[in-house]
């Protein structure tokens, strides 16, 4: 550290803390004209008296050696600016420097001299010294801070204008007067910099590494990346003050929720909003302006609680690239949908949404509030988020407590959404509502299928099948749904096709089609032949390993005998011996013929007294047959995707607006729940430009008690 000599002017430097003497500090403005460390090595004495920053200089200087002080610090010389190690560890410090210094002199150069009481809140407000992010720290860290106006006169202490300076700042008063800065949350004292401005982008993040007590290397030239890095050492050091993350807009409820079913259900328009930013951010805030109404935000009083439970492992946040990994509390109960605008597309389209729990909140009058975060689902499974926190009664103490939010834990992955700018040839989903989600999907080579975004990009022309969606209720029944394009255009922009496909594998199910039409007794008596083939077949492989045994004994005989023969048998002993060979090659021959044909005439039998009845069964079990029958779902919808064009129910959506809906009638599939399929179709251009057409799409999948808007039941 290097200190000025009140008296002498003398420079010099101390190495080590243990020797630094008792200091004054000077905490002021720059201006134009100030006066460096090289000028004060270098410069004439008249030379530098000159200087317009020289002046307050001198009166601490003065002011000081009138106190009792031998040295002084002053920023603007006692740090060589040209020198970016020395900068570095002078910032890193600098915290530490005013809250060790005998007492700090805040000079007002836009105050003028001899305030009346009356009118000194009314200048202090106006003062630029206010406005700056350095002297946040320079108020808060040191005990006692006097301040002067521009010819040096004092207008009072910060304890004697501390309801004054409150009111100012937003910074409670025990903060001013003493109190621990630890203890205040995260949020609050990103708000205390919130109407604070530095000359530097990088200086926004630089003036607060000593609020949040945090060290990180300075970059200057990386712009805002200092603040998110900033925030990211906060993180470390604070892994369970969430309200890091509890910035933006307050409000008792998401602004962006759909406004009523029929919305949703395409029987209204959504209001598009041509100004509404539609990009999706990550959980990082941008600046501290983002914490403006974030002051009254504190950490749960039972966080630890939440933190520190045995029977589930929470991890810290963390930074990976430019995702955030966290363990929240999610809300992600029934369908909500929320609206975001297209770019150059008159088109509010609806997205899902769900619910973060911050484990931090505001304590108000009747109860402890919780900060929810409304998370708009992205592909891939990340989230992004909009500016809003909401803070209302549904998420409060007492209903629910850490317990409750060990049981709603649950790890996210939010990130930073780059706005969709649909191209010519897109699929824009602007309705995707379905009370069964789409579980996967199949695609050609030339889209990308985005159904969590709210698009299907066009990467190239695409002819024919584009993509097959598919919905499963269970393991064992859905149903899929095929999106082409046809016409005779090679330019990728025919009319949409949507082929639908009910899925169900059950084998309830599968019996009570074949009866609706007409082939149950068909099909279960050809179930029931074909178990008697399979019986007949396990009989007859029987006979053959037995025989096969037999031979084997046999074998094993005759080659013991041969082993058995000695040298010197005669000629009478080798001819019975032979005899018996060929008496037991014949019996083995006449006992599988035997077997033969008493099967055979079991099997003939058999035909001539079902013949009839199984002609009759086998014509419906192949028209059966002409149905498809899946061994599992995943078949069923490779079998639409390769075969789109003779799908159950079909149609080619007109130009320029086609409404398809599968008629009630025509509906075969035998299921708990019947869905209700509607699908819209409208083309539109980009900008009005007719060499870039886009589909926009409504695709709402219900069931039959949803038709009436009950959607979130």
Known sequence: MRLLNSCSGEMRAFMSYSDVPPYAILSHTWDDDEVSFQDWQTLPW???????????????????????????????????????????????????????????????????????????EKRLRKSRWFTRGWTLQELIAPSEVVFYSMDWHQVGTKSELAACISDITHIDQQYLIGANVQLASIAQRMSWAANRETSRDEDVAYCL???????????????????????????????????????????????????????????????????????????????????????????????????????????????????????????????HLAECHSYGLPVARLRRVKTAVLVCGRQDESAFKFVTVPLFICTGGFYGRTREVVVSDLVAQPHVNYELLGRWQSRLLVERQAPYRPRAGDVVLRRFVTLVPCSSSIAADTVDVAIDDGCVRALGPTRGRVACLAFEYSHANGLGLNIARVGDNDDGLGNLHFAFMPVDITPAAYEQYMQSTGAGAGAGEHRGEAEEVVGEEKAEADVVEKVDEEEETNKEEEEEEVNEEPNGRDEKEAEELSNRRVTRSSTRKRKRASEASTTKEADEGKEDKTGEERREGDEKVDEVKKQPWFNDTRSAYYHLWNNWQDAPYSHVMKLPKDTWEVPEDDKKLVSNVVPNVRITAERMYLDDDIDQPVDVVDIIITTKHAQNGILRA
């Not at 003065?62 to 560890?89: H, N, R």
């Open 46 to 120: 008249p030379v530098l008296q000159k200087k317009k920053g020289f002046r307050k200089i001198e009166y601490c200087c003065q002011q000081a050696a009138q106190d009792g002080l031998e040295w002084v610090w002053v920023d603007t010389c006692c740090i060589d600016q040209t020198s970016s190690a020395e900068l570095t560890e002078s910032i890193n410090s600098m915290f530490r420097w005013y809250k060790d210094a005998a007492i700090c002199y805040a000079y007002l150069a836009d105050v003028a001299k001899n305030l009346r009481l009356s009118t000194i």
């Open 209 to 335: 590494l000593g609020i949040f007590d945090v060290n990180m290397p300075l970059i200057y030239g990386e712009g805002t990346k200092a603040f998110q890095r900033l925030q990211e050492e906060i993180m470390k050091a604070y892994p369970e003050d969430h309200t890091l993350f509890a910035w933006g807009n307050v409000m008792s409820q998401f602004s962006r929720y759909v406004k009523s079913d029929a919305h949703a259900l395409g029987h209204e328009p959504i209001p598009w909003k041509p100004d509404e930013d539609d990009s999706l951010l990550g959980f990082l805030a941008q600046s501290p302006e983002d914490f403006r109404e974030s002051g009254s935000f504190v950490a749960y009083k039972e966080a630890k609680k939440y933190f520190r439970r045995w029977d589930f492992l929470l991890t810290a946040p963390e930074q990976v690239g430019r995702t955030i990994r966290i363990d929240l509390p999610l809300i992600a109960s029934g369908l």
